[in-house]
């Protein structure tokens, strides 16, 4: 049975391997141990931030998901807040058993339980499989996004 909850400092280096483990992670992402401060300095800012959850999916003990979830306020959408889904990986040896589909549903219901009006979540353009996993979901392809890295 898969379990979802907010992720302990203790599940960080497992977190970074599922970042790690893809095309695109494997380029900016180095979960070699021990872990960079880096990493561990961003747990602890999520961790102490009332609108940030990092999140894990586990199964018989073993981190095999994990996403980050953003309260944002906001003023449009009649001051409604929204849920920003992040970082979205599951184990490939537990991709197509409907883990990643149960742990958006848990995070949605996260989401309306802060009293988000909606749930918006990225994807990577490249990845394809992902895109088609959300519009199953219901997620709808309604904006362009654009980034401006340092």
Known sequence: MVYFREAAEADLA??????????????????????????????????????????????????????????????????????????????PSRRGAGVGQKFISWAVDQCRAKGCRLVQLTSDKSRHDAQRFYERLGFSASHEGYKLKF
């Open 14 to 91: 497992a977190i970074v391997g599922l970042l790690a483990d893809d095309d695109l992670g494997k380029l900016r992402e180095d979960d070699s141990l021990p872990l960079a401060q880096a990493y561990v300095d961003a747990f602890k800012a999520i961790a102490e931030d009332s609108n940030q959850v990092q999140c894990v999916a586990e199964i018989d003990g073993q981190v095999v998901g994990t996403l980050q979830i953003t309260f944002i306020p906001g003023i449009s959408h009649k001051g409604g807040w929204r849920g920003q889904i992040e970082s979205v990986r599951v184990a």
